[in-house]
């Protein structure tokens, strides 16, 4: 069955340390979007992509960076961890663009002391 | 931008009950999602919408896309329908520039 994984599933790091949170996807989704979820502002779009080379900055991109070397994978890179950045991360696929149903993958846990 | 709110933000119901939750928006839209979200934290997607009306067993979702508004109903509710459940919107109105969400609905239904 097609499915979309992320790793780590909990991650603890310290302030500086450049973090990589993994997401793939075995849809052959063209889109793929990372997504934070804060209490109290709800889920946020960080960076997205429509394809392979392509990315795209969010409402919330300052800090992360995005690259696309294929379909299956939109790996996040956190330059250098932020406490501000401790949060539970989304990664989503879908097939075409914001009409269609994004899949969202199990979240990712990052605490940044 | 689009600016989504939910409401309301907390509700708590006997099991059996109709709930309702509702989601306006300020900017026109090509579609609204409704996504769920359980207290494992996994989110699933339940409904994607244009216009009119969708009904997927117990929950039913309508649009009225001149209000700019949405609701999702669940009738004959259930502990398990017990969750979180948020409204997507695009971002920019458009098709083109990821989706942005309300603050989500709290829903526990107690037996």
């Known amino acids: 069955d097609a499915e979309i994984t992320q790793s780590p599933r909990h991650k603890i790091t310290e302030t500086g340390r450049q973090v990589t949170l993994a997401c793939h996807q075995t849809w052959n989704h063209n889109n793929m979007f990372w997504y934070r979820q804060d209490l109290g502002h709800g889920l946020r779009l960080i960076h997205y992509s429509y394809g392979v080379h392509d990315t795209n900055k969010g409402e919330v991109s300052d800090g992360y960076s995005v690259s696309r070397s294929n379909t299956e994978d939109l790996p996040l890179t956190l330059e250098s961890a932020a406490s501000s950045q401790t949060s539970v991360y989304f990664c989503a696929s879908s097939r075409g663009d914001d009409t269609d149903t994004q899949y969202f993958g199990p979240g990712t846990r990052l605490t940044v002391l | 931008k689009n600016e989504v709110e939910q409401s309301p933000q907390n509700l708590t119901a006997q099991e059996g009950e109709f709930i309702t939750i509702n989601c306006s928006y300020s900017v026109g839209i090509s579609a609204l999602h409704w996504l769920q979200q359980h207290p494992g934290g996994g989110i699933v997607s339940l409904f994607m919408?244009?216009?009119g009306k969708k009904k997927h067993g117990r929950l039913i979702a309508t649009i009225n896309i001149q209000e700019k508004h949405s609701s999702l109903h669940i009738t004959a509710s259930h502990p398990r329908d017990s969750a979180v459940y948020i409204c997507a919107v695009p971002l920019e109105g458009g098709g083109a520039d990821g989706l942005t969400f309300g603050k989500g609905t709290h829903l526990i239904i107690q037996p």
């Open positions: 919408l244009s216009s």
